[in-house]
């Protein structure tokens, strides 16, 4: 069975200061991982997956098998980061299949 | 950019009444899904979709639900004797074959039963 948990429900930080949102998943085999956002009446949005090693709005991710997590850091958030934050898994291996999300962390830049 | 688009963005129903909940994917993908989200819960996984059928299920997607593409552009989700237990946000994503499969969603159906 595939989990992911997003352990804080609710993360505040000011402006300027680091961030980091935590994900830990349950997989047996190899997983894909992503991080979508929502910002404030929008939709789900891919933010970056692991597979991609790359930083977006400098937002960077590692997975760590070994701790099996991926969490979501920033060196210095701005307010516009604030927003709705999903880890989400997929079994790796194919092209196709289903997501599971994590509860969310609702993230709050304060200026 | 193409977009999932999904209509109604708020349906309001009956208890036992059937609803449609329409989703028009991006024009060039072709894996479709439904995930549903109750107030304050998780995202939930609740049907994929591929080659004009059903790829994998959740337990959640039991005999009231059904999915369909009637036409090469439409994917729909039908659920055909509602619950109160049923109101949810309703998402569709689709994605494009090969290695990318990001999945794009829609901005959501709000379902209230009543």
């Known amino acids: 069975a595939q989990r992911v948990t997003q352990p804080e429900k609710l993360l505040s930080v000011f402006k300027g200061a680091p961030v980091e949102l935590k994900c830990n998943y349950s997989?047996?085999?190899?997983?894909?991982l992503f991080w979508y956002v929502q910002y404030s009446r929008q939709r789900l949005q891919l933010l970056l997956r692991?597979?991609s090693r790359e930083s977006i709005k400098g937002f960077t991710a590692d997975l760590n098998k070994g701790e099996t997590s991926f969490h979501l850091k920033k060196p210095f958030a701005q307010e516009e980061d604030s927003a709705m934050y999903y880890c989400a898994l997929k079994a790796g291996g194919t092209s196709y299949g289903k997501l599971t999300f994590g509860q969310g962390t609702i993230l709050t830049v304060h200026p | 950019e193409p977009e999932v688009t999904q209509t109604p963005s708020h349906q309001v129903t009956q208890m036992g009444q059937e609803v449609i909940l329409r989703c028009v994917p991006i024009s060039n993908h072709l894996y479709f899904y439904w995930y549903r989200q109750i107030l304050g819960q998780k995202v939930e996984f609740l049907v994929s979709f591929y080659n004009n059928e059903i790829s994998e299920k959740s337990e959640i997607f039991d005999d009231q639900f059904s999915v369909e593409r009637p036409d090469g552009s439409n994917f729909t989700l039908k659920i055909r004797s509602t619950k109160l237990e049923d109101s949810a946000m309703y998402f569709c994503?689709?994605?494009?074959?090969?290695?990318?499969?990001?999945?794009?969603f829609g901005a959501g159906t709000r379902l209230s039963v009543l």
């Open positions: 692991h597979i």
């Open positions: 997989y047996s085999g190899s997983p894909e």
């Open positions: 994503a689709s994605s494009e074959t090969g290695g990318m499969n990001i999945q794009y």
